[in-house]
């Protein structure tokens, strides 16, 4: 990519920063403290990953791409499992599944020559699939545990007839796919119409054919597509089994 | 004097200490006292959606912790105080209970409706378009279904009406008299203690106080707990 943003007109993006500062200014949000601090973090967090990516790219891709995929993979565990933390086992249930997830796409890409082997190409795509898996996984913990705490009269009169765990959580664990879903399922139909999606603005900005962003656009989407579905089913499937104890019991989660 | 058919041995769990009970095959058993007694815990030991911490519970002479727990759950079916109907119809949550055990017979549906009093044409019926009263009393008909030996109630008619309270006791008591069912009910409505059970049990923080014979228990009782609690009901 020849062309460049210049220092300056980085700077001039302090104008967009100052827009909603002033409506918080304005309006007493008490957002102010969070706007600047987010607009001064997220900008520092990108010119150090920037910095991160120009050494990793520079190395071995057998030895920098592991290393920030790990490193990525950590870091989704530990937010996502915020969203469940009273559960048993969520940071190990998410970390696995993290990785699950990032496998199966990697042999995928690879396997079908659909992407190379270069730190240049697996780092941002594997990032968009780990960061919508991580959120995909969050919900699905939250939703679960709305949907157990709504449940709860349902589930109790499930078991109490004689299903077990899986059979009496059989509505909560549809319900929580379904939302986590439906939204994925919608996006996905609007891809394009509504807005063009990041990948493909960025190719196309970055001087490629439009018609070779959509081809890697098309390969992005249907892996955070699947990915998204796999992180959900994982949650949901996995992770209702702790709202049990060995006795068929449900258990207040104050007490997992 | 009949078979004991379940027997709680010295139990503690959360507010409940040193509970003993014996419930013979065919006793209708009325538990009362005021509330958080502990009642609706003693009641869910019955069914093991919840354990006690101390103590041992034999059902038909043979402990618990060494049955199967679906198929103990399925013999000692367990109404609650909420319906909590499951989606979509009615015929859906009939069919609950025999289908978890491979043992649903379509032709049973229309019993299970007569037992509790509701016309056959309502087994299609979405359970949202149904009664608080005949939400009840579809979820009394789904216990019903899995055919058990002992009926847990648990104030299955504290959120309803005088006229609905009528119906699902004239149910109960058709119930009792055709179907060699044991009763374990929790229970506030002292007459209507009387009016189902033959041995009552009262209960005050976690204790038995008294039990006995209904009525006789409670037109004269002999603690000073008890007269006070049947003065104020």
């Known amino acids: 990519?020849?062309?460049?943003?210049?220092?300056?007109?980085?700077?001039?993006?302090?104008?967009?920063?100052?827009?909603?500062?002033?409506?918080?200014?304005?309006?007493?949000?008490?957002?102010?403290?969070?706007?600047?601090?987010?607009?001064?973090?997220?900008?520092?967090q990108l010119f150090l990953i920037g910095l991160i990516l120009t050494y990793l790219f520079n190395l071995n891709p057998f030895i920098g791409i592991p290393i920030m995929l790990s490193v990525m993979?950590?870091?989704?565990?530990?937010?996502?499992?915020?969203?469940?933390?009273?559960?048993?086992?969520?940071?190990?249930?998410?970390?696995?599944?993290?990785?699950?997830?990032?496998?199966?796409?990697?042999?995928?890409?690879?396997?079908?020559?659909?992407?190379?082997?270069?730190?240049?190409?697996i780092i941002p795509m594997s990032g968009m699939v780990i960061g919508n898996s991580m959120v995909a996984m969050g919900l699905s913990l939250e939703r679960m545990k709305s949907e157990f705490s709504t449940n709860r009269g349902k589930i109790l009169a499930a078991l109490s007839l004689g299903a077990t765990p899986k059979q009496a959580s059989h509505l909560s664990v549809r319900r929580t796919l379904n939302a986590a879903l439906i939204p994925n399922i919608d996006q996905l139909k609007t891809i394009g119409l509504v807005q063009l999606p990041g990948m493909m603005t960025g190719l196309i900005l970055g001087g490629v054919e439009p018609i070779v962003a959509i081809k890697y656009q098309l390969v992005i989407s249907i892996s955070?597509?699947?990915?998204?579905?796999?992180?959900?089913?994982?949650?949901?499937?996995?992770?209702?089994r702790f709202f049990y104890n060995e006795r068929m019991q449900i258990v207040d989660l104050e007490e997992v | 004097m009949s078979q004991v058919i379940y027997k709680l041995?010295?139990?503690?769990?959360?507010?409940?200490?040193?509970?003993?009970?014996?419930?013979?095959?065919?006793?209708?058993v009325m538990l009362f006292g005021p509330s958080g007694s502990g009642k609706s815990t003693l009641l869910h030991l019955f069914n093991r959606l919840d354990d006690p911490e101390q103590g041992s519970i034999f059902y038909n002479g043979?402990?618990?912790?060494?049955?199967?727990?679906?198929?103990?759950?399925?013999n000692v079916g367990l109404v609650l105080q909420q319906p909590y109907l499951f989606p979509e119809t009615v015929k859906d949550n009939l069919m609950y209970g025999p289908k978890l055990f491979n043992d649903w017979n379509p032709d049973e549906a229309r019993t299970l409706l007569e037992y509790v009093n509701l016309p056959e044409s309502y087994l299609d019926k979405p359970v949202d378009e149904l009664s608080g009263g005949e939400k009840q009393r579809v979820s009394l008909a789904r216990t019903l279904?899995?055919?058990?030996?002992?009926?847990?109630?648990?104030?299955?008619?504290?959120?309803?009406?005088?006229?609905?309270?009528?119906?699902?006791?004239?149910?109960?008591?058709?119930?009792?008299?055709?179907?060699?069912?044991?009763?374990?009910?929790?229970t506030h409505n002292l007459e209507q203690a009387k009016r189902l059970g033959n041995r009552g049990i009262y209960?005050?923080?976690?204790?038995?106080v008294e039990e006995g014979l209904l009525p006789d228990m409670l037109d004269r009782p002999e603690t000073e707990a008890l007269k006070n609690f049947t003065t104020n009901h």
């Open chain 2, 203 to 208: 209960l005050e923080n976690g204790k038995i």
């Open chain 1, 1 to 44: 990519m020849e062309r460049d943003v210049s220092n300056f007109s980085l700077l001039v993006l302090i104008v967009f920063v100052m827009i909603p500062f002033t409506i918080s200014y304005f309006y007493q949000l008490g957002l102010k403290k969070d706007i600047l601090w987010s607009s001064i973090r997220g900008a520092i």
């Open chain 2, 62 to 74: 043979k402990n618990i912790n060494e049955q199967d727990i679906t198929t103990l759950r399925k």
């Open chain 2, 145 to 186: 279904a899995n055919k058990p030996e002992i009926l847990l109630l648990d104030e299955p008619t504290s959120a309803l009406d005088d006229q609905n309270i009528e119906q699902i006791e004239q149910d109960l008591i058709n119930l009792i008299q055709h179907n060699d069912l044991t009763v374990i009910m929790v």
């Open chain 1, 224 to 240: 955070i597509f699947s990915s998204v579905s796999v992180s959900a089913i994982i949650v949901s499937l996995v992770m209702y």
């Open chain 1, 73 to 121: 993979i950590t870091i989704a565990t530990f937010h996502a499992r915020k969203k469940g933390k009273e559960l048993p086992n969520v940071f190990i249930t998410i970390l696995g599944g993290l990785i699950v997830i990032e496998v199966f796409v990697l042999a995928l890409w690879l396997g079908f020559d659909m992407v190379s082997f270069t730190p240049e190409e």
């Open chain 2, 9 to 28: 041995d010295n139990i503690y769990r959360r507010i409940l200490t040193n509970i003993n009970i014996e419930i013979h095959k065919g006793d209708r």
